[in-house]
């Protein structure tokens, strides 16, 4: 196969892959993709500000303001101000939140998987060394590594064996802050 092909071959698996993983989302949480992905980070990551937030999800901070609004007008989210400066908002799930939480992965792993049911365990192994290593080529930094990882479930890829991790770490020397216990 020609190195053309194989380029637009993996541009056409990017976007479906991306579609199929923002449906997914957006069935199981009720939002869009904004919404879904910071139920996501929110919940690996309770204590969260809008700032640190807008930067994950590559969004301006008033616009996450605005997103922060209604999901905790929804009772995803809890806001509160946090404990070293209390003009900062910082953010935390609801038991509701933690619900739409985990239905977001399922349905993200679940629509995942179904792409994946065309390999054997043998190509699954090949493919996932591939992507790690694609993946570890796209890490530019922690910013960029945050954002391109915003949906992932961090229990299934843990920082220690995750690619984009280990590479943002060796890039910036900053690693993502410690994460809540798996639910």
Known sequence: MEQAQVENLLGALALALAGVQEEAARKAAGLGPSGAAALVVIGFYPGTSIG????????????????????????????AAAPADR????????????????????????????????????DVA??????????????TGRVQADHMCRLCDENACPGALCPVECEAVRISGIASPPRAPAP
Not at 94 to 112: D, P, Q, T
Request: without cysteine; proline residues 0%; positive net charge.
């Open 126 to 139: 090949q493919f996932g060394a591939m992507l790690a290593t694609l993946l570890t080529g796209l890490t």
């Open 52 to 79: 640190t937030l807008a930067g994950i999800l590559g969004l301006t901070h008033s616009v996450v303001v605005r997103l922060v609004e209604g999901l905790a007008a929804d009772g995803l989210v809890e806001r």
């Open 87 to 122: 003009r900062q908002v910082v953010l935390r799930l609801s038991a509701a939140g933690r619900a739409r939480h985990a239905a977001i992965l399922e349905a993200r792993r679940a629509a995942l998987a179904q792409a994946l049911a065309q390999l054997d365990a043998q």
